[in-house]
């Protein structure tokens, strides 16, 4: 195994420099990742002289075959993987967090599993705002997908959700978090047998501590007055 960050830079003339940087893990499969990933982005950008030598040793050496036509749901779901295990990795968790927010808003229901739930309760934890603000954008994303009202009930997403409206010492980060809480709840009403008694109490703890600010405790007042 090794870990590996990946930094594009597009330069004033529209040509791209790439960066690879072993951060920890395996050196040899690091080298071998970067031969691999520098002749496959040669043969797909570089001028054609280059492009074409790029593509002999790329087969040769390794016989890997292009992707061909849309990707399927499973690999989408492989896709998913990498992110996944950058979640509780101390150092990664803000780039994971930003990548499934990026994701969510691209394909939500892709989100939509037990694993990738678990995952992002990892990072509902964190008050660090590089990983806590991004976590609760994702978090207000899936709210609104249809297919991931059963897995907050589920994973007792709904209860850490409010939980963490508490901790979070940016405001940013209690606003969007409460918005998410607030609109996952209208979205599981269904699913909770309301009225949810320890929802409710819970509900009132939050909203009684000073470090929340107006527009979280009315957003927080919409879920104890919504039918």
Not at 5 to 32: C, P
Request: hydrophobic fraction near 40%.
């Amino acid at each position: 195994m090794s870990i590996v960050k990946i930094r594009i830079y597009r330069q004033e003339d529209d040509t791209y420099d790439v960066e690879f940087q072993r951060r920890s893990g395996d050196a040899v499969t690091f080298n071998r990742s970067y031969d691999m990933t520098s002749k496959f982005l040669m043969q797909r950008f570089c001028p054609l002289d280059f492009a074409g030598q790029a593509q002999e040793d790329f087969s040769d050496g390794f016989n890997i075959p292009l992707p061909i036509g849309s990707p399927t749901s499973d690999s989408r779901e492989e896709d998913m993987l990498p992110l996944l295990d950058m979640a509780t990795m101390n150092g990664l968790q803000a780039e994971a967090a930003m990548g499934l927010a990026r994701k969510a808003k691209e394909e939500p229901e892709v989100l939509c599993t037990e694993a990738v739930f678990k995952e992002v309760q990892q990072l509902l934890g964190e008050t660090n705002t590089d990983v806590a603000y991004p976590t609760a954008c994702l978090l207000w994303t899936l709210a609104g997908c249809a297919k991931a009202v059963g897995f907050f009930v589920a994973t007792g997403m709904l209860p850490l959700m409010i939980s963490q409206v508490q901790r979070q010492p940016a405001q940013l980060v209690q606003k969007t978090l409460a918005q998410a809480v607030n609109l996952a709840t209208k979205q599981c009403a269904g699913q909770l047998n309301r009225p949810n008694a320890a929802l409710v109490e819970q509900l009132n703890t939050v909203m009684q501590e000073r470090g929340i600010h107006d527009e979280v405790y009315h957003t927080l007042q919409e879920v104890l007055e919504a039918p």
